[in-house]
Each structure stands twice: as structure tokens, then as C-alpha cells.
């Protein structure tokens, strides 16, 4: 967010929507329009001193109403911009009535009551829609007592209680009577999945079961005196990477307890205010009435309510449940039906965090194909760099940040302190000093008192130290020669109650940072040149996806496949659903592409070696070796082979769903299977899934596969079981072609992975199965003609351990590679310059493979874009005279930065690659001659502070 | 890159939640321009108000 607010290739538009929009792809012309803020961005600095001056009170939104804000607030504490708004609504100074509390309090003239906002013209080659989904309104439901009853709260209200910041401070309290509850029940599916009149959408919302597992587990975390947690549910939908394990620990919990039902209501005690829930368990037959202290209803998501507006604006069309609608041609989740305008995340139907990053990058990938770069803004020819040479003059910058420091710190008599620390030639004191004003007071005071060291005692270097550097560097002071010492966060925040005690350690901290900055030295960042190319590994759909976006960009790219053909696992499926493509055809249209484009394909090759690192790897073929700046791995995965589990190898008649679509394949219409048409088939879910045996995780891809393939059998008049633990309606639509195949007649039976399903048969042939069904409690014998099995996922061993040996690209517990973080990076690892794309980490499906392609591609792309990448200086380096070539350091790197080299005559000495080298220092404090030096945090700089702050206690 | 006539030379991106910055931080680091349009007054979306993710808990903002 920070990173987006900042960046200064991006413009941010707050309190603004797009009103008007024309063109074509590659010249759209777009009207903006800015709603009045009242409050100047330029100028306000968000010290809050209006909002304690502000005299209206009104529910916050942000807290869905739970907390309170003034009528002049900051939406929450760490928004961007962090600029305050006047909600006019709210506002005391209408025509009438004059209040100006807020305008009086500001020192910078930065509140206007007759600011009119304005509309802007943007001309932009492409446009992504990311406005994601609304919460459904539970009240809606009135069974539920929603907004009746003061004990039922929306997940998103958990959320906020959860929090620490948040309108109780992260304590868990009823709202009637504010006690801590002893028996909280969990309600799912609200709002989604929903069958009749009041029950929301139909769809599955995706994100709700695993927000609930979490919450419980935080709920415990935060109470540990929590009794009970009633967690009542349909189908526990666990389908992301490293969920299922997720929710497999949560068993484990004795607070914890799962019914699968979907409460009928609830009522409330109109005087204990207590909730009774009523069920019926499905798995035992049961009804019951449960009494709980608060409930908590999972509400799903809907599509936004300016949707429409937004899509008449864009020209573009929404689906039956009003998100933005998907063209379906593509297979990939990205393109709206204009071209030139992709979509992202919630936008266009319900997806976790993860997925709609992918997408969010994929894109970005899609758009970049209709815009011109522009080269970064550098266009301020740099200032030749001052000298810094002779005795060290420390200038000390003491920051009010408003009241958030002046408040608690006296400013004045640290400024007296500062003055009397050795070395220190100036000291200056300002309300703001990250203010254009306070970088300018600081740019100045260094030339015109030769300052050759600074030190801000100020706010958070997370924020602000780049602020500070760069007007360093502005005016030819090595910006390294900089120390930033966090006086808000660390004396003035946590120690507001003791003033006295909170100056003295600011005291003390600036007295350590000037120390250390006497000892600093200037580093300056490396460029190496980038090796402007691409390496694809794996031909399947999202290796080609990959580098088709590339290509599109005018990348060189290399596309490598083990196999002899493009298409990967593609080409053997016959129908991709939700828009029943044919597989073959998107394969083949993909394929020819690549063919016609300039991607230079390697079949039949496979990789030998690469070394090197980011911008320059070396790699090795077995056809050929060339270089690449930036590689995308897109293997894929393979499928389990079941064995003997349910007779597999035994009974012929026991297929898995992959042997069952090559069949499909080659019949067209009426379903043949060896000459004949089956009366009864059986399905078995997840085989070799959901199991610690084989992959603890959720393949995914399969109940969507298993309902495509149910539905193509039960239209041809066969009569259809699916056995299952839980339904997982991944992807679009899936819902809703699970609802489709039970209305064609699909019969689903749940069964327990304690009580799995066996296979009966005579000879090679099964002829029946024996499975529990749960709420009769009875043995249900199914004729099957034929059993097909769901077989999961899993990684492709001698790839992956092949790739990781070369790479050093970790992999997680499942085997599959590991993402940099779960979350936010799905398609980046730890290694630069070394993408993911599709299920190389992790089962996916076409669409999600396509998305990470795309995905893949936007981050490789960003890379070897520039000719250069600049390497950050603050790293390790070896003093060689010192080094006795142990190779301790070597061994413990997890970037495998350092490496012995041979200086001749059997010498050796460590050396680190700048480009690996992350700077985190374990190998410098490690290294028994102290031969490794981390620049920045030296051991004369880090001793200087402990030396100052252990014996110059004053 | 050589300027391509004929194209824009930004990418307009709508919604300052989790894709939206993201999509934003992508082009951004391809030296596309960007104008990132929030209707709310902050960027942040949903994520923001999340306490925490699952299932590495980190924290949501």
C-alpha cells in the first residue's frame, strides 16, 4: 500500500471514479472524476490536530460501525494517502452554521470548504478493474436475527474485534453486556450457496470457510478461556495451497467442534440476551437446539453495487450474479469482453487473496501490451557528490511529527542534549521534517554548515528513510551517510504516560545514532547489466502463457519442453469447463500462436545446468547454452497413479478421471466405453489427495472435474454416484454445475476417510461398492459398471528435485516449490529472478494456470524491461588478508551468496556475490576471524552505539 | 523499449484494494505509468480490514 502511494510511476487518485470512458485499445481517453476531499493533499501532513479539534462524533465505517471517527477523520490509522478528509455530511459548517474548528487548528491552511473537486482527462492505452466484491448484507436473512439480536456479528465485524487497533483493542466481548463469551457458534454459507427465496446468492463465496478456521484459531489465541467454538458448515471448502493442512490442524483443537448442517435459525433470550441455534446434523440425522453466548455468520460475497454504473462507463458486460463478465474464448480469467479492458480478483467472481494476485499481476501483464513505457522518471541530472572527507560534522534534525513526538518529548531541551554531543555541528528542530518545507530547511542547513553526516530523529525508517535519502542524494550527500533514529515509535508511542523517562532514552538514542553516524562511510549502489532475455521451462498451458505475454512485449524468450510436443496435459482433456471449451482447441490455438511467434522453442530438450543470478544466468541444454536474464518455471505436476488403493490395479473397470476423459475424448455423443454403454458409474473422491500418505493437501481440480464428467454421463442416461469427503466447487461456476448435475439426478454420498468406500468385483471386474451413508447409518450397496477414481495432483519428482538442485528454489512440505509469500507473492520465490507459473506450486486449474502465466510473465518482464538492475550496497564483503577459507560462511548462506575461490598456489579465500548477497549479516557475525564485514551495520558502527548507550549514560 | 506511435503511455487501474495495488506495482515496475483510482479515501480495499491471513498469519495490512 505504502509501496503503491510512493511509487512515482503511479499517481493515486483517491475519492475519485471514472465517469466517462472512450477510444480504442492503446489510445482510451478517460474521465475522472475527484470528489472534494476539502482537504489539500499537498499540504496536509496528517498530524490529526483537526480531528482533536473536530467536534462531531459519528460511527466509523472502517470498524463497520462498531468504533467511532469525527465528521474530519483519517479513514484508518495507516491509510494512504494520509491525508484527512471532511465528511460534509456530518460537518457542522454548512450554509447555517459556522464551526471552522477544524480550519482554525490547522497550521498549514490546508482545510478549504469550497474545494470543488475536478475532473480529469486521462489518455491510457488499457485499463484493469480491480473493485472487488461487497459484503452481502446478512440482514437479508431474517432467521438469522442479524442486526436484531446484539449477540450475532458479520465475520467482518470479527475481523475488526479481532484486531489490536481495532474498536475493542483485539478483546473478544459480547456486544449486549461487553463479557468475554464462553460458546461462540460459527455459521457458514451465509448469503452464499443458497437454496430458496432469502438465501443470497447461489454461488459459493470462496474465501468465507477458511476465514472462519482462522478466526477460531485466533479467537482461542486472544481468549484463551474460550469454552466451546460450534462451527457449523456444508462442505468445508479448504482448497489452497497449504488450507487443507490449515484446517486439518484446527481438528486438533478440543475447543473446536464441526457440525455439518446449515442452521434453520436462531433466537435470542430477550433478557440474557443468549442465542439458541437450531440444526439438524446431516451426518447423524440429528435436530437439535444449541445454546451459545455469540454467533458469528461467514457472509458471503457479492458483486459490487457500482458495477453496473461502471460497466455501462467501460462498455463492458456483467453475468447473471452482476461481476464483469469473463469472455470465455480465452479460457484465462482476464480478459472482459472489450479488448484493451482486463479484470482482476473479486471483480469478476469470488477468489482468495492469492488467486486475485496472480490475476492482478497477469493483468498488469495483459495491459502492458497497450502502452508505451516511458523510461523511469530520473530526468534531474544528479548533483556532483559533496566531499565528505576530514573530521566527522553531524547534523542532528529533531522532528515534532505534529504532536505525535512534541506531544510527549521535550523538543527543546533534546535539542540542548544534541548540541553538546562530540562532533555534532548543528542542530535543528521542525514540526514536520518529512514536509517538501522540512526537506528543504534540512537540504540547505547541510550545505550551509558542511554537514557531512545527518541524523533525523523523527518517525519510522520503514516510511521515511527513503524520503530522507533521496534528498540527501538530491543535493551530492551519499545518502548512506544518513541515520534515522525512531523516536515516535519507540519513546513517544509506547512511553506516552512518562514524558520525562520517554526524553531520557530519546536522549539516549540520539546520542547512539549520532555515534554511529560518525563511523559511517558512503556505499554507492552497482548497476550490472541485464541480459534483456527469457527462459520458459515447460510447454504446457502455463509455460505457454508465460511466454506468449513475454513475446507480446518484444521479449526474447526461450520456451524449453521436455516432451516432444507443446500442450502439456491440455491436449489429453476434452472439455475445459466453466464454457465447456474444447481443450484441444484452446491448446491448439495456443500452440500455433507460439509457432507464428518469435518465441524460440526447444522441444525435446531438457536442462543441463544453469548458473549465475539475477539479469545474467548462464544456462545449459541439451540443445545448445545461452544466457537469460530471468527464468519462469512451469512444469507442471503430475497425477497420482492410485496403485492398489480401491482395487486400481486390480479390477480394469477401476479408472482414474484422467482415463475417463481420454475415453470421453474419442467418443462423441453417446458415451461407449469398450463397445458398450456403462448403466452405473461411481466416483471416488479425492484419491491420493487429503491424505498424509500421499499429498496432505486439496488437488483442486478434481470435484470440478468429477461434476463435468458426471454431468456428460448422467445426459447420456447413466446413472451417476459421486462419492466425496466434501464437494470443492473451485473455479467459476463450478457452483453452479454442481447444482446442475444434482438436479440432472447425480446422486452425491459423503463418506469419512476412517470409513472409506471398498470396491467389491469378481475376477478383473468390480461390480459393486459398499459405502456408509452417514445420516441412515446404513451400508449402501452401488451396482458400478465402471468406478473412477479422482486422482489428485502431485509433484513431478524427478523435475522438481532436478529444478531445485540447479536453482535452489525451496519447496514446501507438499513437495511442490514454494512460493515467496503464500499471500503476496504466488508466482515470485525467494530466488530473483526465478518465477512460478501453474502447478509447479501446486494444483490448479486451466484458468488459475493461465492467470499465473500471464502472472509470471508481468514480474520477468519487470526485470529484464531495464538494461541494468541496481544492487542495494548495504552487503557483506570478505577482507581477504583476513579470510582462512573455512567455509562456515559458505554453508550457512541461505542465498548462496559467499563461495570459496582459488587465488592460486592452493589458496583460497571466501568471496560474496553483491547480486546474492541479501545483507542480513548471519555470515559476518558468524565468521570466527571477522573477515566479513556487513556494510552499514559495521562492527565499529554497531560498537560505537553499544559503547555510547552502555558507558555515557548521563 | 522504443516509443511504439500510436499507444498511450498509461494504464489506468481501478480499485486501490489488493489486486489493484498489485496490478499498479507491476506496470509501475515495467516503467508503465499508472492512475490509480480509488472511490473510497484511501487505498487498501478489504485487506485492510482483515486482522490477519491464513494460513501463514501474517498480519493483513
Known amino acids: 500500500m505504502m509501496d503503491a502511494g510512493r ?9 475519485s471514479e471514472l465517469v466517462r470512458f472512450e477510444g480504442k485499445p492503446g489510445n ?79 497550521d498549514r491552511n490546508a482545510v478549504n470548504y469550497d474545494d470543488l473537486g475536478a475532473e480529469l482527462r486521462l489518455a491510457v492505452g488499457a485499463v484493469v478493474v480491480a473493485t472487488g466484491f461487497d459484503v ?8 438469522y436475527g442479524y442486526g436484531l439480536y446484539d449477540n450475532v456479528l458479520s465475520n467482518i465485524e470479527l475481523e475488526r474485534v479481532l484486531n489490536a487497533s481495532g474498536p475493542t483493542r483485539g478483546h473478544i466481548v459480547r456486544p449486549s453486556d461487553k463479557k468475554v463469551p464462553k460458546k461462540i457458534a460459527f455459521i457458514q454459507c451465509v448469503g452464499s450457496r443458497g437454496e430458496g427465496k432469502e438465501a443470497g446468492c447461489q454461488y459459493c463465496s470462496r474465501y468465507c470457510c477458511m476465514n472462519a478456521v482462522k478466526d477460531c484459531l485466533l479467537v482461542k489465541q486472544h481468549e484463551p478461556d474460550i469454552e466451546e467454538l460450534v462451527f457449523f458448515y456444508i462442505d468445508m471448502r479448504a482448497a489452497g495451497r497449504g488450507f487443507e493442512e490449515f484446517y486439518q490442524r484446527s481438528l486438533e483443537m478440543p475447543e473446536l467442534t ?102 492482478a499481476s497477469g493483468a498488469a501483464a495483459e495491459a502492458e501490451k497497450f502502452v508505451t513505457k516511458s523510461p523511469p522518471a530520473q530526468e534531474v541530472e544528479p548533483a556532483p557528490e559533496m566531499d565528505t572527507s576530514g573530521p566527522p560534522r553531524v547534523g542532528v534534525f529533531l522532528c515534532h511529527c505534529g504532536i505525535n513526538i512534541a506531544g510527549v518529548l521535550d523538543v527543546e531541551s533534546l535539542k540542548e542534549y544534541a548540541q553538546g554531543i562530540p562532533d555534532v555541528a548543528f542542530v535543528e528542530e521542525n514540526l514536520f521534517l518529512c514536509s517538501d518545507e522540512g526537506q528543504r530547511l534540512m537540504q540547505e542547513k547541510i550545505a550551509e554548515h558542511r554537514l557531512n553526516r545527518v541524523v533525523a530523529a523523527a518517525c519510522t525508517p520503514r516510511t521515511h528513510e527513503p524520503v530522507f535519502r ?56 552497482k548497476s550490472i547489466p541485464v541480459n534483456q532475455s527469457a527462459l520458459v521451462v515447460g510447454g504446457g498451458v502455463g509455460g505457454m502463457a508465460a511466454a506468449l505475454e513475454l513475446e507480446a512485449q518484444g521479449m526474447k524468450v526461450y520456451l524449453i519442453e521436455q516432451q516432444g510436443r507443446l500442450g502439456g496435459r491440455l491436449i489429453n482433456l476434452t472439455r475445459v469447463y466453466p ?33 549465475g543470478f539475477v539479469g545474467n544466468f548462464d544456462v545449459a541444454t541439451t540443445n545448445g547454452n545461452f544466457k537469460v536474464g530471468t527464468i519462469v518455471l512451469a512444469t507442471g505436476a503430475d497425477i497420482y497413479k492410485p496403485g492398489d488403493e480401491f482395487s486400481y490395479d486390480r479390477f480394469e473397470n477401476v479408472i482414474t478421471n484422467q482415463e475417463l476423459e481420454d475415453i470421453l475424448h474419442d467418443t462423441k455423443g453417446k458415451i461407449d466405453i469398450h463397445g458398450q454403454t456403462p448403466e452405473n458409474v461411481v466416483f471416488i473422491q479425492c484419491v491420493g489427495s487429503r491424505s498424509s500418505d500421499t499429498n496432505p493437501g486439496c488437488s483442486r481440480y478434481c470435484c470440478p472435474t468429477t461434476i463435468k464428467q458426471a454431468i456428460r454421463l448422467r445426459e447420456s442416461g447413466v446413472n451417476v454416484a459421486v462419492l466425496h469427503r466434501d464437494m470443492r466447487t473451485v473455479g467459476a461456476k463450478a457452483e453452479e454445475h454442481y447444482r446442475h448435475a444434482r438436479e440432472l439426478g447425480v446422486k452425491f454420498i459423503r463418506f469419512t476417510p476412517e470409513r472409506l468406500p471398498r470396491v467389491i468385483g469378481n475376477g478383473k471386474a468390480a461390480e459393486r461398492i459398499e459405502v456408509k451413508e452417514l445420516a441412515l447409518d446404513r451400508i449402501l450397496d452401488i451396482p458400478a459398471d465402471y468406478v473412477v477414481l479422482a486422482a489428485g495432483m502431485v509433484p513431478n519428482k524427478a523435475t522438481t528435485d532436478k529444478l531445485q538442485d540447479i536453482l535452489k528454489v525451496p519447496r514446501a512440505a507438499d513437495g511442490f516449490f514454494m512460493e515467496r509469500h503464500a499471500k503476496l507473492g504466488p508466482v515470485e520465490t525467494t530466488t530473483e529472478g526465478v518465477f512460478l507459473a501453474g502447478c509447479v506450486s501446486g494444483p490448479k486449474d486451466i484458468a488459475d494456470s493461465l492467470a499465473q502465466g500471464a502472472a509470471a510473465a508481468a514480474k520477468a518482464a519487470a526485470i529484464i524491461s531495464h538494461d541494468t538492475v541496481a544492487l542495494e550496497p548495504t552487503t557483506c564483503v570478505v577482507r581477504p588478508e583476513l579470510c582462512r577459507a573455512c567455509g562456515e560462511c559458505v554453508g550457512m548462506c541461505d542465498y548462496h551468496a559467499p563461495g570459496l575461490v582459488d587465488k592460486g598456489d592452493g589458496v583460497q579465500v571466501a568471496e560474496i556475490n553483491q547480486a546474492l548477497c541479501k545483507g542480513c549479516g548471519t555470515c559476518a557475525s558468524w565468521c570466527p576471524t571477522g573477515a566479513i564485514v556487513a556494510l552499514h551495520f559495521t562492527d565499529e558502527q554497531i560498537n560505537s552505539m553499544l559503547d555510547t548507550l552502555l558507558l555515557d549514560r548521563v | 523499449m522504443a516509443k511504439q506511435p500510436g499507444k498511450a503511455g498509461a494504464v489506468l487501474v481501478l480499485g486501490g484494494g489488493i489486486t489493484g495495488i498489485q496490478a499498479a506495482l507491476d506496470l509501475a515496475a515495467s516503467d508503465v505509468k499508472v492512475y490509480l483510482v480509488e472511490r ?18 501474517d498480519c493483513a495490512i
Open chain 1, 579 to 611: 464454457a465447456n471449451l474444447s481443450a484441444f482447441e484452446l491448446a491448439r490455438v495456443m500452440v500455433e500462436k507460439i509457432k507464428a511467434s518469435r518465441v524460440e522453442v526447444m522441444t525435446g530438450t531438457e536442462i543441463n545446468a544453469i548458473s
Open chain 1, 136 to 143: 452481502y448484507n446478512a440482514s437479508a436473512i431474517p432467521s
Open chain 1, 258 to 359: 464441526y457440525v455439518r448442517g446449515r442452521p434453520s435459525k436462531i433466537l435470542e433470550d430477550a433478557v440474557t440476551k443468549d442465542l439458541m441455534v437450531y440444526v439438524e446434523d446431516v451426518e447423524t440425522g440429528q435436530v437439535s437446539r444449541i445454546k451459545v453466548d455469540m454467533a458469528v455468520l461467514s457472509t458471503g460475497a457479492v458483486a459490487g453495487e457500482t458495477n453496473n454504473r461502471l460497466a455501462e462507463v467501460l462498455g463492458i458486460s456483467l453475468d447473471e450474479n452482476k461481476f464483469f463478465e469473463v469472455d470465455p474464448k480465452y479460457g484465462s480469467p482476464l480478459h472482459t469482453s472489450r479488448e484493451g479492458v482486463y479484470v482482476c480478483g473479486c471483480a469478476a467472481g469470488i477468489n482468495d487473496i492469492s488467486d486475485s494476485v496472480s490475476q
Open chain 1, 28 to 106: 482510451f481517453t478517460a474521465t475522472v472524476r475527484r470528489h472534494p476531499r476539502y482537504v489539500d493533499e499537498n499540504l496536509c501532513t496528517g498530524c490529526g490536530q483537526c480531528v482533536h479539534d473536530c467536534p462531531v462524533i459519528v460511527p466509523n465505517e472502517f470498524e463497520v460501525g462498531m468504533g467511532a471517527r469525527k465528521a474530519i477523520y483519517s479513514p484508518f490509522p495507516q491509510a494512504v494517502p494520509n491525508t484527512y478528509i471532511i465528511d460534509r455530511e456530518n460537518c457542522l459548517n454548512d450554509d447555517f452554521l459556522v464551526c471552522n474548528n477544524c480550519m482554525n487548528s490547522c
Open chain 1, 470 to 525: 533521496e534528498s540527501c542524494q538530491q543535493i551530492g550527500l551519499n545518502p548512506y551517510l544518513f541515520e534515522m533514529v525512531n523516536v515516535r515509535d519507540q519513546c513517544s508511542w509506547v512511553h506516552t504516560g512518562v514524558p520525562e523517562i520517554a526524553t531520557a532514552k530519546a536522549r539516549d538514542m540520539i546520542r547512539s545514532g549520532v555515534a554511529k553516524a560518525r563511523h559511517l562511510q558512503p556505499l554507492y549502489r
Open chain 2, 40 to 57: 473510497s479515501p484511501s487505498l487498501g480495499g478489504r485487506m485492510a480490514q482483515l486482522d490477519k491471513t491464513f494460513p501463514t498469519m
Open chain 1, 7 to 15: 511509487h512515482p510511476n503511479i499517481e493515486v487518485l483517491t475519492n
